[in-house]
């Protein structure tokens, strides 16, 4: 049986709006390594499971929007996949190598911020992947999502679920040291050197002078170049300004419902003051961290 198989993959993840696009983008201007625009393959298509795939799911997937932003020879990738054992991620890893060899590139990779709930499946299919999960301020990550017009307008869950991209990446962190790394967006972009030659070497990649030069890329289709355009250009230091654009009381849900997650080192001056902590769990009781879990298990086992 002939299966495709990468080597040594590289996958960013990392909560939406922390720098997930401008670090693909940068890694995807090296010479040995191809980054697919983003493909989201396991959040689209996890109804599927881990069962063996019949040829007509695997075109419907194939046919999925964001895999067509590859420009993929579809008969091409069904060739290689009906010459597999046919499983999901099996697809996920003929479709990522079909656009390495597209692009004549040794090596690749995929950039889906969500993929970083998908991490130990990624671990355990590509047993010499390396995954980089770039995290960046919350609040500046909250206040960007508002923004788009792609997101919902929920705070307090961009709030909780913000916390949860943090508190899994530690975890993954600490189970997989030599594999699964956490970099941060203020310091990629406040000495882009030093920190991508430290990521490349993570990567086993060598660092380029030219991954640092703007340019046009792969990694982000046209329709998405209006909220992802900035990652074509020189890489700048970012001030930290997101409270600034909360409200009073989007500050205090922030700062009461994300201590955890907060820097070690920060100013106690921006953490939770008992005005603000009382005001969070009035207007936002169901999303703070320590109820949000209960109440989904409630929702699901009364079907609510």
Not at 267 to 272: E, G, T
């Amino acid at each position: 049986m002939n299966t495709a198989r990468l080597k040594k993959p590289v996958f960013v993840v990392g909560h939406p709006r922390s720098g997930t696009t401008l670090l693909a983008t940068v890694l995807g201007r090296n010479s040995e390594l191809a980054m697919p625009p983003e493909t989201q393959f396991f959040i689209e298509n996890c109804d599927f499971g881990d069962g063996v795939l019949s040829e007509s799911n695997a075109r419907l997937i194939l046919n999925r929007s964001r895999l067509r932003d590859l420009h993929l020879d579809e008969e091409e990738v069904m060739g290689c996949f009906l010459n597999s054992d046919r499983k999901l991620v099996s697809l996920f890893e003929i479709i990522i190598d079909r656009f390495r060899a597209k692009f004549g590139k040794a090596r690749a990779g995929e950039k889906s911020p969500f993929h970083l709930f998908y991490s130990r499946t990624l671990l355990a299919h590509f047993p010499h992947s390396r995954i980089v999960c770039i995290e960046r301020n919350g609040s500046d990550v909250v206040a960007s999502l508002m923004r788009m017009p792609w997101s919902h307008r929920k705070f307090s869950r961009h709030v909780f679920d913000w916390c949860k991209s943090i508190e899994y990446a530690n975890t993954l962190e600490a189970e997989f040291p030599d594999r699964f790394r956490r970099v941060s967006f203020e310091k990629l972009t406040r000495d882009p050197k030093s920190q991508l030659s430290e990521i490349c070497a993570f990567c086993d990649l060598e660092y380029q002078d030219q991954m640092l030069t703007p340019s046009e890329s792969e990694t982000i289709p046209e329709w998405e170049r209006d909220w992802k355009g900035a990652a074509f250009m020189n890489i700048r230091p970012k001030e930290t300004v997101g409270e600034e654009a909360l409200s009073f009381t989007q500050r205090a849900i922030f700062r009461t419902f994300a201590n955890r997650e907060m820097d070690a080192g920060v100013d106690r001056r921006d953490l939770a003051t008992v005005r603000e902590m009382i005001m969070a769990w009035v207007l936002a009781w169901p999303y703070h961290p320590k109820i949000h879990p209960y109440l989904q298990r409630a929702r699901a086992r009364f079907g609510l």
